[in-house]
């Protein structure tokens, strides 16, 4: 299968600092990559949906400008959480899917996320 | 709203047993429906998926049964093992959209 890369795999920062996170797909192209918020035992929660070369698509209730998503290139897409503070601490996972002619391939492939940590 | 309900929120299971997780989805528009299986500290990974066309899909000790009338798909993990031990959720999708359900924690013991 596909390989999504996300760095750092953990983070810890302190409170009012801003973190980014890059997830890259190895080896193919990625039009579309998708941001995730997990939090203990719980499910993913889609953040956002970050779109190359145009904004990204926050979902309801997702802060844009806490969360700034850049997809500058077909391979790469950064989260960067601003000021940080600890209730931001999270499981944080991308993921990307294959670009299909206008559509996306169905197959979603994980980023092995990011553990951040703010004290 | 939820989109995919998933039960049992958790499952214990003997080694060699069988393990049953059950989803159930609303958007009769959803046409994909993965299951994946995520350890801790790791980021989900694809397990099986189906599509509606199909009632049924094996792969291995890995079974999906769909039920498309009923909105309804399940995942069966046949003799079960220790190393099956992991969070599973199911999911359903359409175009752009993937919705989770709320995942299941198993625990296979030995």
């Known amino acids: 299968g596909a390989v999504v890369s996300q760095h750092p795999s953990w983070v810890i920062c302190k409170s009012g600092t801003s973190v980014k996170i890059e997830c890259r797909s190895l080896?193919?192209?990625?039009?579309?990559m998708f941001w995730y918020r997990q939090f203990p035992k719980q499910s993913l929660m889609l953040m956002a949906t970050s779109n190359e070369g145009s904004k990204a698509t926050y979902e309801q209730g997702v802060e844009k400008d806490k969360f700034l998503i850049n997809h500058a290139s077909l391979t790469l897409s950064t989260l960067t959480v601003t000021s940080a503070h600890p209730e931001d601490s999270s499981f944080y996972i991308c993921?990307?899917?294959?670009?299909?002619?206008?559509?996306?391939?169905?197959?979603?492939?994980f980023g092995q996320g990011t553990r951040l940590t703010v004290v | 709203q939820q989109q995919v309900k998933q039960s049992p929120q958790s499952l214990i299971v003997q080694k060699g047993g069988i393990s049953i997780i059950n989803c159930a989805y609303e958007?009769?528009?959803?046409?994909?429906f993965p299951w994946y299986q995520q350890f801790p500290g790791k980021g989900p990974a694809l397990l099986i998926a189906i599509r509606p066309d199909v009632s049924e899909k094996k792969e291995g000790r890995f079974t999906i049964s769909f039920n498309k009338s009923a909105k309804q798909f399940s995942l069966h993990i046949m003799d079960s093992q220790p190393g099956d031990s992991a969070t599973y959720f199911c999911a359903a999708s359409y175009n752009n959209d993937m919705r989770f359900g709320a995942g299941t924690r198993l625990t296979v013991k030995p």
């Open positions: 080896d193919f192209q990625a039009t579309t």
């Open positions: 958007n009769t528009a959803f046409d994909y």
């Open positions: 993921s990307a899917r294959r670009a299909r002619g206008p559509t996306l391939d169905t197959e979603a492939f």
